[in-house]
């Protein structure tokens, strides 16, 4: 019964911004304001919906350790990493919504976040890393570098791929789904996409955007529970399952660094270049265009569960990626 009662309270509050959301919005002030260049919207939308996440996520937590549902939150060390993670990248994206700052800036306030997690609680470090088809690599001393490293190269596949209403939230529920699936906190990630059900509706009247007070607090979500299901569970995902699982923002984030190098400029500069603009211009329709990427981000997911070679999952979505974006690339040229 204290479970229904749970669901419901998340239910209800999510409810009751969504039916208030035009005060609670003006109440803030913070709105993401059309340029004409890279936000193309008509008009002004809000950027509190990291706040409405990290909301979410201290009520969930707080709630699910008041009614001592141990099972279904993280455990009592790790969920000290996992708030104080998760406030810090909310921060740093919040001031970044506020006072627009420079990439080199943000990647700092980054590192700096990590590392200072990292000292107080080591137990965020990976220490070794398990492939499906070779033997377990370990990094020893090198362990707090990989650990920066990957959370700085999954803020930025993130942050490149929250470029167009739902495509990120849709990729969230997806990944919530798999950590369901598997049995990682399953009651904690269900009650944390009644929120972001709820922040997809506004988001797609565009009412809403995530920012990047959210896609960095999203960032905190998924690489610390990657980082704690692989320490915790015997059902692990392996890393190279992780890395399919997160391999089309991956490869987008990728590709815009080379391409933005190339043209000599800074990598982290943001453009119109990536994976949802072209198919965005080419079908002229933004659901199409979610409908597609998400597609291609579900499509090694599938297989890794059918149980298909990683190695050849790879290959296979590779193939597919780039030949979408010469498609599109080559399309865009003839109608010129």
Same mark, same amino acid.
């Given at each position: 019964? !204290?479970?229904? =009662?749970?669901?419901?309270?998340?239910?209800?509050? !999510? @409810?009751?911004?969504?039916?208030?959301?035009?005060?609670?919005?003006?109440?803030? +002030?913070? =709105?993401?304001?059309?340029?004409?260049? #890279?936000?193309?919207?008509?008009?002004?939308? $809000?950027?509190?919906g990291g706040l409405l996440i990290l909301a979410n996520? =201290?009520?969930?937590?707080?709630?699910?350790?008041?009614?001592?549902?141990? !099972?279904?939150?993280?455990?009592?060390s790790f969920l000290n990493v996992f708030i104080t993670?998760?406030?810090?990248?909310?921060?740093?994206?919040?001031?970044?919504?506020?006072?627009?700052?420079?990439?080199?800036?943000?990647?700092?306030?980054?590192?700096?976040?990590?590392?200072?997690?990292?000292? #107080?609680?080591?137990?965020?470090? #990976?220490?070794?890393?398990?492939?499906?088809?070779?033997?377990?690599?370990?990094?020893?001393?090198?362990? %707090?570098? *990989?650990?920066?490293?990957?959370?700085?190269?999954?803020? &930025?596949?993130?942050?490149?791929?929250?470029?167009?209403?739902?495509?990120?939230?849709?990729?969230?529920?997806?990944?919530?789904?798999?950590?369901?699936?598997?049995?990682?906190?399953? @009651?904690?990630?269900?009650?944390?996409?009644?929120? *972001?059900?709820?922040?997809?509706?506004?988001?797609?009247? !565009?009412?809403?955007?995530?920012?990047? $007070?959210?896609? =960095?607090?999203?960032?905190?979500?998924?690489?610390?529970?990657?980082?704690y299901q692989y320490k915790n569970y015997e059902n @692990?995902?392996?890393?190279?399952?992780?890395?399919?699982?997160?391999?089309? %923002? +991956?490869?987008?984030?990728?590709? #815009?660094?080379? $391409?933005?190098?190339?043209?000599?400029?800074? %990598?982290?500069?943001?453009?119109?270049?990536?994976?949802?603009?072209?198919?965005? &211009?080419?079908?002229?329709?933004?659901?199409?265009?979610?409908?597609?990427?998400?597609?291609?981000?579900?499509?090694?997911?599938?297989?890794?569960?059918?149980?298909?070679?990683?190695?050849?999952?790879?290959?296979?979505?590779?193939?597919?990626?780039?030949?979408?974006?010469? *498609?599109?690339?080559?399309?865009?040229?003839?109608?010129?």
């Amino acid at each position: 019964m !204290n479970i229904f =009662y749970l669901v419901l309270l998340i239910i209800l509050f !999510n @409810f009751i911004i969504y039916i208030k959301f035009d005060s609670i919005s003006n109440s803030f +002030a913070l =709105y993401d304001k059309p340029d004409g260049k #890279l936000k193309r919207h008509s008009k002004p939308a $809000s950027l509190i919906g990291g706040l409405l996440i990290l909301a979410n996520l =201290y009520i969930i937590i707080f709630s699910l350790n008041l009614l001592n549902f141990d !099972n279904s939150i993280f455990d009592r060390s790790f969920l000290n990493v996992f708030i104080t993670l998760s406030t810090l990248f909310f921060l740093v994206g919040l001031l970044d919504d506020l006072k627009n700052l420079t990439p080199n800036i943000k990647l700092l306030y980054l590192i700096l976040s990590i590392f200072f997690v990292a000292y #107080l609680f080591p137990e965020i470090n #990976l220490e070794l890393i398990k492939i499906s088809f070779l033997k377990t690599y370990y990094f020893h001393d090198y362990s %707090p570098f *990989f650990t920066i490293l990957s959370f700085l190269l999954l803020a &930025n596949a993130i942050n490149m791929f929250d470029g167009i209403n739902l495509q990120l939230i849709l990729f969230c529920l997806f990944v919530f789904i798999i950590f369901i699936i598997k049995g990682f906190l399953p @009651f904690f990630f269900i009650l944390f996409s009644i929120c *972001f059900i709820f922040l997809a509706l506004l988001n797609f009247q !565009n009412k809403v955007f995530i920012g990047d $007070s959210g896609c =960095y607090l999203i960032t905190a979500i998924l690489g610390l529970t990657f980082i704690y299901q692989y320490k915790n569970y015997e059902n @692990f995902l392996f890393g190279d399952e992780v890395f399919l699982i997160l391999l089309i %923002p +991956a490869l987008d984030m990728l590709r #815009l660094f080379v $391409s933005r190098i190339i043209e000599k400029k800074h %990598p982290f500069k943001g453009d119109l270049n990536h994976l949802h603009h072209k198919v965005e &211009n080419y079908f002229k329709n933004k659901n199409i265009a979610v409908l597609i990427t998400i597609c291609l981000c579900v499509f090694p997911s599938v297989l890794i569960f059918f149980e298909f070679k990683t190695y050849y999952i790879l290959i296979i979505s590779l193939i597919i990626y780039f030949s979408l974006i010469l *498609f599109l690339k080559i399309k865009s040229k003839f109608e010129k």
